[in-house]
């Protein structure tokens, strides 16, 4: 699609591989009054192409390194990079290469879907003939062609979303950066844009995204960075994360519902480190899979629960997740 197509400039640029997309050095930000700082040293670089995501637990800092990274948000000490240009000493330069879409979707409710991108196509510096072409090929990449000039107070939080997503296209941006962007949408508005990212992707376009949904970032990710309280713990590919909990993953299958009070009998399991519980699924997590196997059995068995089946290997990324984080919270 012409709207998914990077720029000849962004072609250009990530051609040279030279430059990381984004670089993070000793990157802080300590607010006001806060016990812990909100980022703590931290040092990462995503590279150019493909979608990169960041996972943490609620206020492990991802909001706060996106509104950073978006100039929104100044740091208390390091440095933030895109495209080779500090953030805040160049604005200009970054602001033509990079497409934020904020968690809260930044539109104005009063105004049109056509009206809101094309305030914010202008805001980019576009006018005439070419804002017109970027504003309907927008609302095509979004699915809202025939929705364009009803008001925005109208529309689902899906609708809202998909908008939020082209506004941030609307300048044909090298590098795009979204915060949670299919946080409590329908499932079609979240399928959409999941195939308008990979489209993105396929184009060339560098996507930086957090999300709390670990099967979002499983299938879009070609590579991911977990954060807590701060500090960047690991970063990898998928199955490379996915490889830290592999020695350590039982999977049982049983042949009923587990009941919702298994998971607390089978972590207190000496050697049992997270036990989740999905439906007739059971996903144990230990640092002495073969030591703790006779002990969960034991409590099956105490509980009358049948199993169908019992393997070693299966790991998840929100086990590894848990495992690094040591948060039972889902992660936001």
């Known amino acids: 699609m012409t709207s998914a197509s990077p720029p000849s400039s962004a072609r250009a640029t990530a051609s040279t591989g030279s430059v990381p997309a984004i670089e993070l050095r000793g990157l802080s930000k300590v607010f006001p009054g806060g016990r812990a700082p909100a980022l703590d040293t931290v040092d990462l670089d995503v590279p150019r192409g493909g979608i990169f995501g960041v996972l943490g637990p609620n206020g492990a800092g991802k909001t706060t390194l996106m509104s950073i990274l978006g100039g929104l948000?100044?740091?208390?000490?390091?440095?933030?990079?895109?495209?080779?240009?500090?953030?805040?000493?160049?604005?200009?330069?970054?602001?033509r290469?990079?497409?934020?879409?904020?968690?809260?979707?930044?539109?104005?409710?009063?105004?049109?879907?056509?009206?809101?991108?094309?305030?914010?196509?202008?805001?980019?510096?576009?006018?005439?003939?070419?804002?017109?072409?970027?504003?309907?090929?927008?609302?095509?990449?979004?699915?809202?062609?025939?929705?364009?000039d009803q008001r925005m107070e109208r529309f689902s939080g899906g609708y809202k979303r998909r908008l939020n997503m082209v506004i941030g296209l609307i300048h044909e941006p090298e590098i795009l950066i979204l915060d949670e962007p299919t946080v409590a949408i329908d499932p079609h508005s979240r399928s959409l844009i999941h195939q308008r990212l990979r489209e993105l992707d396929?184009?060339?376009?560098?996507?930086?995204?957090?999300?709390?949904?670990?099967?979002?970032?499983?299938?879009?990710?070609?590579?991911?960075?977990i954060i807590n309280h701060g500090k960047l713990l690991v970063?990898?590919?998928?199955?490379?994360?996915?490889?830290?909990?592999?020695?350590?993953?039982?999977?049982?299958?049983?042949?009923?519902?587990?009941?919702?009070?298994?998971?607390?009998?089978?972590?207190s399991i000496p050697g049992v480190r997270e036990a989740e519980l999905s439906g007739r699924r059971i996903l144990v997590a230990s640092d002495q899979p073969d030591q703790v196997v006779a002990p969960i059995m034991q409590v099956l068995l105490a509980d009358g629960i049948k199993v169908r089946s019992l393997g070693f290997g299966g790991a998840?990324?929100?086990?590894?997740?848990?495992?690094?984080?040591?948060?039972?919270?889902?992660?936001?």
């Open 97 to 148: 290469v990079l497409g934020l879409v904020p968690q809260e979707p930044a539109i104005y409710p009063t105004l049109t879907a056509r009206e809101n991108l094309e305030y914010f196509g202008r805001m980019q510096g576009l006018s005439g003939d070419h804002l017109q072409t970027r504003v309907a090929a927008c609302l095509e990449l979004a699915e809202m062609t025939e929705e364009a």
């Open 202 to 225: 396929a184009a060339g376009i560098t996507i930086l995204i957090s999300t709390h949904y670990m099967e979002e970032a499983e299938m879009l990710c070609r590579e991911i960075a």
């Open 73 to 95: 948000l100044r740091p208390s000490s390091g440095s933030a990079r895109i495209n080779g240009c500090d953030v805040f000493a160049e604005p200009e330069a970054i602001k």
């Open 316 to 332: 998840r990324l929100e086990q590894v997740f848990l495992s690094l984080t040591g948060d039972q919270g889902a992660p936001l």
């Open 235 to 267: 970063r990898g590919s998928v199955p490379e994360l996915l490889a830290l909990g592999r020695q350590g993953g039982i999977e049982l299958q049983l042949f009923d519902d587990a009941p919702a009070e298994l998971a607390g009998k089978l972590k």
